[in-house]
């Protein structure tokens, strides 16, 4: 873990766009910058409350687990975006935990700090309501689709969503199956039955974790 000797630019994160400049020089004071390397627990789901988090490269996932070992990924977020928000505002413990899955550099806020940020500049709030509004429409989406689509409809739909195109192909890279069921609400062996069905009907070829959308997907 290092402590980041770049500047940074909260003006990249979405929440603070357009706040002055004065006001983002007195938050930077306020908060510890450090690069983590890929795969480190950031947050575990259940633990008190540690502050706000902001992304300013890389990537991190957000999931929840049970006894059992079985994960759930509610979601990815990359630059500009922001976590840890949901346990700032109750008593309440974390809500899920939140992992990096690449070298990812965070700035973290404590909760007092952010709050006392947050009375003095009100306009934030806007941000914040529109962003926990943004995000149970994103949660009743997944609620449909839970409930409305079956395996197969899921995963077309989570590869499609996963695809970046490279050199005119459509792919999706370093995926395992057990990485899918988790972000479908599925189990591994499900997940590889219905991609050898959309390998033996030809809409996507597998090369190791790599795969390529060959056709259209029956979502
Ligand atoms: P907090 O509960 O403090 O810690 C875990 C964080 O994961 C939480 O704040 C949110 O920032 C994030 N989180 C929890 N649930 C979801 C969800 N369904 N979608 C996106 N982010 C979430």
Redesign the pocket.
């Known amino acids: 873990m290092a402590h980041s000797t770049k500047k940074i630019n909260l003006r990249d994160i979405a929440l603070f766009s357009d706040l002055p400049d004065r006001v983002l020089e007195k938050l930077l004071k306020h908060m510890t910058t450090r690069t983590y390397p890929r795969a480190t627990i950031i947050?575990s789901e259940g633990e008190r409350?540690g502050g706000l988090y902001f992304i300013h490269s890389g990537k991190v996932r957000?999931f929840v687990g049970d006894e059992e070992g079985r994960e759930l990924v509610?979601?990815t977020q990359g630059i500009g975006e922001y976590?840890?928000?949901?346990?700032?505002f109750s008593e309440a413990p974390?809500?899920?935990s939140?992992i990096t899955i690449e070298e990812t550099e965070l700035s973290l806020i404590s909760r007092p700090d952010f709050k006392d940020c947050l009375s003095e500049n009100p306009e934030i709030s806007y941000h914040l309501i529109s962003m926990l509004s943004h995000?149970i429409r994103l949660?009743t989406d997944e609620m449909k689709n839970l409930s409305f689509l079956d395996v197969s409809s899921r995963l077309a739909r989570v590869l499609l969503d996963q695809a970046i195109n490279q050199d005119g192909k459509w792919i999706v890279k370093s995926i395992t199956q057990q990485e899918i069921a988790n972000m479908i609400g599925s189990s591994r062996e499900m997940v590889s039955r219905s991609m050898r069905d959309l390998i033996k009907n030809d809409h996507i070829s597998v090369d190791g974790n790599t795969i390529t959308i060959k056709a259209k997907l029956p979502v």
Do not use: C, D, K, Q
């Open positions: 947050i409350s957000i509610l979601r976590f840890g928000e949901m346990s700032l974390r809500s899920a939140v995000r949660l």
